[in-house]
């Protein structure tokens, strides 16, 4: 770590431990700290607002220093404010910053909420999104379990912040390959979507999609093919039959009919699959590139050698471009 920025972090420590024990770095009568206060804040919304980071960070400094001053330091004020300024460091990804002030402020939360408060809930899940953000999976698990926890107790088990939640897990569980605790999350993530969403809603298709795709990492490929099939009928339905969100699933679908040897169903996926790559910009052609070379395999497969090297041919041309 570079000497500013363990000078930037001593200095926030400093911040925290002298409000903490009680004392003052604005001086002045309160009635001017108060107007001072007021005008800091519309700055540093207005300098978040168009990107002037740097303004905003002086500006919310300067907003902490008072509010521990005229609220004390355990205020919710206070907590808000340290929360914005650690939001100021995360955009910048200066992420040890910004995790010494999140825990304050999450400190101040706990103190002045019930063990089940709902904001303590959002709290510990925001925890676990700044974690998320900083390629902590570890971290940010612990805080969206916490998190879950309290949501279950506070709306029951079918409320969209609840299948939120599951899906942050699920995301985890899937990029450590641990398919197993994933299924069921996201099965509870279908559930609840299906439960309070209307029919062929984006987000049954999507969550139907990631579990499908959960089935497929573990080989089981005929429950993930009969998924599959239900999101692409979803999204024909929403969004007609050659949107680009449909890519992925013919792709992994027309995966599946090939290693189960259904070449027809396969060759028809990645039919699709090419006249929705071919829609795209030119700069977008590897996945063309790819759909063609492997259709070009299903029909070796299947016997049908004139159209395999018709395919062959049209590769080549587009290589020698």
């Given at each position: 770590m570079h000497n500013k920025s363990l000078k930037k972090i001593d200095f926030l420590f400093v911040l925290i431990l002298f409000l903490v024990l009680g004392g003052s770095f604005a001086y002045g009568d309160k009635a001017a700290l108060r107007a001072e206060l007021k005008e800091l804040k519309k700055e540093a919304t207005m300098s978040f607002s168009f990107d002037e980071y740097e303004e905003a960070e002086k500006a919310y400094i300067r907003i902490v220093e008072i509010e521990g001053d005229l609220l004390g330091a355990d205020h919710p004020d206070l907590a808000r404010s340290l929360h914005n300024l650690a939001v100021i460091y995360e955009v910048q990804d200066k992420y040890s910053d910004a995790e010494l002030l999140y825990k304050r402020s999450l400190v101040i939360k706990e103190k002045a909420l019930e063990e089940d408060h709902i904001d303590?809930?959002?709290a510990l899940y925001n925890m676990g999104i700044f974690y998320s953000h900083w390629g902590k999976p570890s971290e940010a698990e612990s805080f969206f379990e916490q998190a879950l926890t309290i949501y279950d107790k506070n709306f029951g088990s079918n409320h969209p912040v609840t299948a939120e939640t599951l899906d942050k897990l699920v995301q985890i569980?899937?990029?450590?390959?641990?398919?197993?605790k994933a299924e069921g999350f996201a099965r509870?993530?279908?559930?609840?979507?299906?439960?309070?969403l209307r029919r062929n809603h984006p987000e049954i298709a999507e969550a139907l999609n990631t579990l499908a795709n959960i089935y497929y990492?573990?080989?089981?490929?005929?429950a993930a093919r009969d998924l599959y099939e239900r999101v692409i009928v979803m999204k024909e339905v929403v969004m007609g039959p050659d949107h680009p969100s449909l890519a992925p699933t013919l792709k992994n679908l027309g995966s599946i009919y090939q290693?189960?040897?259904?070449?027809s169903k396969a060759i028809f996926m990645n039919e699709r699959l090419i006249s929705i790559h071919e829609e795209e910009p030119a700069?977008?052609?590897?996945?063309?590139?790819e759909a063609l070379s492997n259709l070009e395999l299903l029909y070796r497969a299947k016997g049908d050698s004139a159209k395999a090297d018709l395919l062959h041919d049209r590769i080549k041309k587009n290589i020698n471009k």
């Open positions: 303590r809930g959002t569980y899937v990029s450590r390959e641990e398919y197993g509870r993530v279908v559930s609840i979507k299906e439960k309070i990492f573990q080989g089981k490929y005929d290693a189960q040897r259904n070449y700069e977008n052609q590897k996945a063309l590139a």
